[in-house]
């Protein structure tokens, strides 16, 4: 008997142990199955609502072609219409090469000697001299009468008169394609060369003036020993018995032996003629013993033979007080020709020959320091003179 329940105990275990067995057997393979399924199930959802959207976005983006009637059909841009804009940008900014022409103005010297200084002011330093009747290529004027040279330099308008006007050569200049379609479009040659005619009759217009050197000056100038010995040489003069005029020595404070007439004969053929300057002029030498020939000489060489602005509307023949970057401005103002005339002969005869300036050479020491060359200027116009009367 318990043989037999001993058998059934164990009967029973087997039976529970395959149980169980098939138990955890099928919960695993429906779990197996369930996962799958699920993935299944989601992937065709995702797909399905995916295809949706692609439908609903196809059929919102497709317009119908009867709603356009007609239908334009725009050509696509070729590729070489697409390179075509930037060639086309770069071309307009190669430089273009603009021609200019400028106005060249020409002038005549009217004086003796003008100096041609670096700088436009009566205090520059001179560069050379140019002779009367020298031709000047002039490029501009300022308003303080100062004419720019073409070859380089100043000289001052007072001593010189325009006489022509041309166009200069061509300038080039380089200018980007912009400003050269802008030049192009803004400027005619007609403009051009109205411009220049106009600029040419307003140089033409303005009053010349006078004397590009200071001319009175209180300083001393150091005197070398070969120049001691110039001044010194011909200083003794014996005057004529059958009086006849005397020949000029470097003295300024001699008789120089000139009749009225004589002058007149001298100042024939310039701007200082029929002034009444004769009786002037021989005044100041019987007055204060200023030799005629040099104060002739000195009034030709500072006035221009009577053409500059300063003897046409100060009656300044000697560029009294003329100093500075503008001397027509300071320039003394005279009545009459005659006047300035007899203050010259006065200031000779004050600051120079009472204190020892009796010589032409230490007299331009003192007159005019700024030119080395204004006492062989003078000598040359006595020696001149002179000889018009021998």
């Known amino acids: 008997m318990s043989r037999s329940i001993q058998w059934n105990v164990v009967a029973y275990m087997i039976i529970a142990a395959l149980l169980a067995s098939f138990v955890l ?12 399924s699920a993935d299944n199930i989601l992937t065709q959802k995702f797909t399905s609502n995916k295809q949706i959207m692609i439908e609903r976005l196809t059929s919102s983006s497709i317009i119908s072609k009867s709603a356009f009637q007609p239908v334009t059909v725009v050509k696509k841009a070729t590729p070489t219409s697409a390179i075509s804009a930037p060639i086309a940008a770069t071309e307009k900014k190669k430089p273009v090469a603009i021609a200019s022409a400028k106005p060249l103005y020409t002038y005549k010297v009217t004086s003796f000697y003008l100096n041609v200084r670096s700088e436009p002011n009566a205090d520059a ?25 073409k070859s380089g330099g100043y000289v001052h308008g007072g001593y010189a ?4 006007m041309k166009q200069a050569p061509a300038e080039v200049t380089i200018q980007s394609a912009e400003s050269a379609v802008s030049t192009v479009s803004t400027v005619s040659a007609v403009s051009a060369v109205s411009s220049a005619v106009t600029s040419a009759k307003v140089l033409q217009n303005k009053s010349l003036q006078v004397d590009v050197r200071p001319k009175v000056h209180t300083m001393d100038v150091k005197v070398s020993p070969i120049e001691d010995q110039v001044a010194t040489v011909d200083t003794s003069i014996a005057e004529d018995d059958n009086g006849n005029p005397v020949k000029p020595t470097s003295r300024v404070n001699t008789d120089s032996g000139l009749s009225s007439k004589q002058i007149a004969q001298l100042l024939n053929g310039t701007k200082l003629s029929g002034q009444g300057l004769e009786q002037a002029v021989l005044s100041i030498e019987e007055e204060y013993g200023i030799n005629a ?44 020709k005659g006047d300035c005339v007899q203050k010259f002969g006065q200031l000779l005869s004050d600051n120079y020959v009472e204190r020892g300036y009796t010589t032409i050479e230490k007299v331009a020491r003192k007159y005019c320091p700024v030119n080395s060359k204004w006492a062989s200027h003078v000598r040359s116009i006595m020696r001149s003179d002179f000889s018009k009367l021998a």
């Open 25 to 36: 057997s099928f919960n695993h393979t429906f779990s197996l199955w369930s996962s799958r």
């Open 293 to 336: 020939f040099f104060t002739i000489a000195v009034m030709k060489l500072e006035s221009g033979n009577g053409k500059s602005r300063l003897a046409r509307t100060k009656n300044n023949l000697f560029g009294l007080n003329a100093t500075s970057s503008n001397p027509y401005r300071k320039a003394t103002y005279f009545e009459t």
């Open 125 to 149: 330093k001179i560069m050379y001299e140019v002779k009367q009747g020298t031709q000047l290529q002039v490029l501009s004027k300022d308003d303080a009468g100062w004419l720019m040279l």
């Open 161 to 164: 008169t325009v006489i022509g």
